[in-house]
Nanobody, 127 residues
Framework: VQLVESGGALVQAGGSLRLSCAIS????????IGWFRQAPGKEREGVAV????????YYRDTVKGRFTVSADNAKNTVYLQINNLEPEDTAVYFC?????????????????????WGQGTQVTVSS
């Protein structure tokens, strides 16, 4: 099982980015992919989740309207579109797969619920 993030960059405030999470080696049919971020000195926080079974999406309140999570099943890739970037969005962004605690119709922003993680991609927003 492997998750590989890409797309992080240094951007100016107000700009946009699309992060990618390429998924390989999965034999599970039902799972969720979560996007998390961790800023220096802060705890890792979940920002968006997509249920790979039914496509439902969930967002942390603080990012609603600016973040969009989507999936291209043919490419086994999940995306996180971030618009109107703010300096407070500066962080390492991770994608992760929830398998063992996955349950259709629910979602989790708790990192401990996720079984597999990518290595992260750095997003830096300048003011």
């Amino acid at each position: 099982v492997q998750l590989v993030e890409s797309g992080g960059a240094l951007v100016q405030a107000g700009g946009s980015l699309r992060l990618s999470c390429a998924i390989s080696g999965f034999t599970f049919d039902d799972y969720a992919i979560g996007w998390f971020r961790q800023a220096p000195g802060k705890e890792r926080e979940g920002v968006a989740v997509i249920d790979k079974n039914d496509g439902r999406t969930y967002y942390r309140d603080t990012v609603k309207g600016r973040f969009t999570v989507s999936a291209d099943n043919a490419k086994n890739t999940v995306y996180l579109q971030i618009n109107n970037l703010e300096p407070e969005d500066t962080a390492v962004y991770f994608c992760a797969a929830e398998v063992s605690t996955y349950f259709s119709g629910t979602y989790s922003f708790w990192a401990a619920d996720y079984d597999y993680w990518g290595q992260g991609t750095q997003v830096t927003v300048s003011s």
